[in-house]
Structure formats: C-alpha cells, structure tokens
C-alpha cells in the first residue's frame, strides 16, 4: 500500500479529494533561473516571459512576501550577532509548563510517556532520539507566539549555517510575525494531526527555496498499479502547502525526463495540475537532470552572480536506482556542487538536499543506503527511506509509530534540521 494510500485509510484526505482553486502557477522560469535567461530582474519583480518550454505562468510574489523579508530599520548590527549555537532558550510549553509533551494521537502512547526532550539532552531510556529544536513558547490552548518562533529561526540559521542570507538576525522578526498572525501552523497541525511541537518546525521552510525533483520514469506508472504516481502527487502537493502556509513564493518542480516545469506552485490543485500533464516514460537519470535543472541554472548561477536570494532546499523523489547515467553521477554532482558554493560567499551550505524513496524497489534503497554513508557525499544529504521502511526503522530504534504525516515532516525537514537526520539513524 503506497502512502497516499495509507493516509486515505487513516481518514487524512488525498490529493484530488476535495476541491480548490484552479491550477495556474506552473510552466514559467522560476525568478533565479530567469536572472541567466534574460536581462537581470530585481527580486520579487514580476517575472518575464517564460522560456522556450512550459505552458503557463509564474506569479510574482505579493508585497507582503516581499515585506516578510526587509530588515527592520536602523542600521545593521554587526554580521554574525546570532547566539552561539550551544542550545536555543529554554523551552516554555503549553500553559506554561517547562516541558511539552507529544500528544497520543501521533505515536500512539500515552501522553504522559511522551514528554518532548529539551534540545541536546539525551533521549529517554529505550527511545530513540526524537527532534530537538526549540520547543514552541505557548499559552493555554498551544497558541504559539512572535518570541519563540523567532528563537526557532534563528537556531535554524546557526544550525544550518545560512547566516550569508540572514546576516541580520532583526530581518527574521517580520518572517516570525508573519507566521504567527497567519495562523497557519495551528491549520497544518489540525489538518495533519500533528502535535504543535512538531508543526512548528514547518515554519523553517519559510528560509529556504524548495524544489522538488520528481521521477517521472516508466516505472512510476507500471510497478505497484501506479500508485507510486499517487505517491508523488501528494508530496508535491503537502510540500506545496507546507512550504507556502509561511512564505509567498511557493515552490519549484522539475522532473527528471519531461521539459515541463512547475513554479510558485502553492496548493493542492497546482500540484494536481503539474503532474496531471506528466507523461511517465523514460529511464532514470537523476544525477544528470539533478544537475541540469537545478544545481545549474537555479543555484551554482545564481550563486558566482552573487544573486542568491535565499537557501535553497531541494528534495528528489525517486522510485529506483539511476538510469541512463553512471551509478555515481549524482554523487559527483553533489559533490563538485558542494566544492563550487563554497568557493561563493554563501558557502556549501547554501544547498541542502533531502532524496526521498517511493515505492518498494530494493535497489532503490541500497542506492540511497550506498549515498548515506559515502565518505564525500554522506554529510552533504539527507536519506529518506519509502514509508514502510521508515516506519520498521523509527519502530526499532525509538519503539514508536511514525505515522504518514510525520513521514512527510521527515523528508521536508530531513534537509535543514539535523535532528530529523538522525531520527532513524539511532
């Protein structure tokens, strides 16, 4: 049983289920790869014409996507005044207790039994590490607030190392306000069924740019009666709305054979509408179009041009091993991408990367499992497994259920939190 499978049984509502806005938002050039296809644009322009592929538009981000993002004014403080990463504040939970803790409905076990771990303490006997970011501040009813969303931020700045695009720790108080007025955490984690400790790392992806890499192989449509296409369909469109729910600009999606792209994509019905125009043929070659679509013209570009605008999170869904390509093709692209940025002022960790299984191929597995664990290329991603493998894995090592909904919280997260990456390496 495919995920979106399983969380149509677990009574969670599968793309394409209920209604929503018409698909508009995909077919045009993304704004940082128009800045090498045409005359230089300013950030949060409306975009130009598409390129020579593609069918429909971009939007441009709203004033209030591109107000998220000014500094407050007066002048800067000095670069680099983020806290040192030796722990964020004290963590205040719900109705002021100095302890959250995991409701039952996530794990399955008592919520008295589930307290969530203060960040770089260590996990309770017989459980496996659980993630570790600052726990949300909250009154009564888990109400987030300004303050600890901020503190979320700026650990996720100095965690990831990404202070080259926030050098001035005040610029993250309108993302924070944002967020919080918004109210869009407190509607992922009912629609989800998500504990708020865990929504509220969502807000993190309000940093980064996210594109997602699809497969869109022959073997997509005919291994496990096409419900690996089920499968992709529902990550583009929960990382879609995870990652708009705090930010404007949406998200970016390429595909590994089709010339068809999908950019500022912010709901169910745009990812719906991508993928509905996708033909599923081809071999796969991930490390070659991982590099051509992406790694090019929307970061390495950008980056020498010093036009980088944000970090960038990329997550590559696959459901085999590569075809048409070398085996250690990606690993080459990951690895003189890594060697390139760091020769810009953003650094390495301007790229984070997250590759993401589908379905049940074996080999699949062992190519991720072979990535994982390569000397040059292990420290640069973040491996998820397919659902069911994931699920044996945090079983064995935490003695907890992972449902669905946090799967997905893994794969998104697994990129730009350091502890997601290791909740099933115990």
Known sequence: MGLASKLAAAGVPAPGAAGGAAPSNYGAAPPQQQQHQQPQQQYGAPPGPPPAYGSSYSPAPTQDGKASYAPPPGPPPAQGQYAPPS????????????????GQSQYGQPQQQQQYNTYGAPPAPGRGPLPQTPAPAGGAGGAVTVESILALLRHCVTDQ???????????????????????????????????????????????????????????????????????????????????SAFDDDGIQVRFLNSRIEGNGLRSEADALGLVGQIRFS???????????????????????????????????????????????????VLINASRSLQQTRYGADALS????QIGNDPHARQFLSELDVHPEVGDLIDTTSNYEQEEDDFMRTSGMQLTPE?????????????????????
């Open 406 to 426: 946090l799967w997905l919280v893994k794969m998104m997260m697994g990129g730009i939190d350091s502890s997601y990456d290791a909740m099933d390496e115990a």
């Open 353 to 356: 990367v997250t590759l993401a």
């Open 161 to 243: 190392k990404i202070q080259a695009f926030y050098p001035d720790p005040r610029a993250l108080e309108p993302i924070a306000r944002r967020i919080v007025s918004s109210g869009a955490l407190q509607q992922i984690a009912s629609k989800w069924r998500l504990p708020m400790e865990i929504a509220v790392d969502l807000c993190k992806l309000s940093l980064f740019d996210v594109v997602l890499l699809i497969d869109d192989s022959g073997s997509m449509s005919f291994e496990e009666g096409g419900s690996r296409i089920d499968d992709a369909k529902l990550i583009v469109s929960r990382v879609a709305e995870a990652a």
């Open 87 to 102: 722990g964020p504040p004290p963590p205040v939970g719900y109705g002021g207790q100095q302890s959250s803790q995991y």
């Open 282 to 332: 081809g071999m796969t070659p991930l490390g070659t179009s991982f590099d051509q679509k992406i790694i090019q013209p929307l970061i390495l570009g950008p980056a020498r041009a010093n036009q980088l605008k944000k970090p960038v999170l990329v997550i590559a869904v696959t459901d085999g091993q590569p075809g048409g390509e070398p085996r250690d093709t990606l690993a080459r």
